[in-house]
């Protein structure tokens, strides 16, 4: 259950760090009152936290997942 727990994580961990630092051709104007490096600072706290978010339901994902895989074991 740990494997399959950390193994997920680990993917989720992956899938939501790739688009923390890449921009866009077309960036959208930052905030009246907000210079463009105080923006991305933002975003990407915005970014990293939403990573910790979707990494915590990959793992729970991977756990329930292992449960059932032990399950599925104990009944043969």
Not at 18 to 27: F, G, Q, S, W
Not at 29 to 47: H, I, L, S
Request: hydrophobic share 45%.
């Amino acid at each position: 259950m740990v494997v399959f727990s950390a193994v997920a994580g680990y993917i989720g961990w992956r899938r939501a760090t790739k688009p923390i630092y890449r921009r866009t051709y077309v960036e959208p104007d930052p905030p009246e009152g907000m210079t463009r490096r105080e923006y991305d600072r933002k975003v990407r706290r915005q970014r990293k936290r939403w990573r910790l978010v979707v990494t915590f339901f990959y793992a729970v994902a991977g756990a329930l997942g292992g449960l059932a895989f032990l399950f599925f074991l104990a009944r043969r």
